[in-house]
């Protein structure tokens, strides 16, 4: 497992930053579908991107943790971890652009 850890370092830091890209486009759809006024919409969105930062910041703390630690496992399940929060992102926006354009 040790020869896998710095390729999955890096497919983790990479997804971490397509993670954040994905959120922060998906982030004032998702807004304008659950919140009825535009303000509101651009509040929610303007503190959901503040989130982001901390999500990606969270991400990569545990994979540099992995990573040093020379843990295969929690890279592992950062790596799962990313991978489901831009599934969850992605399925969100496209369920919130359908009910939209209805």
Known sequence: MDKF???????????????????????????????????????STAGMRGMLGLVVALYMFFNCYGYYRGSGVILLVVTGVILADMVAQIALRKRADRRGGE
């Open 5 to 43: 850890l710095l390729p999955l370092f890096v497919i983790n830091l990479l997804l971490t930053l397509t993670d954040a890209a994905v959120g922060y486009h998906a982030a004032p759809a998702l807004m304008r579908h659950f919140t009825p006024d535009e303000v509101t919409a651009e509040h």
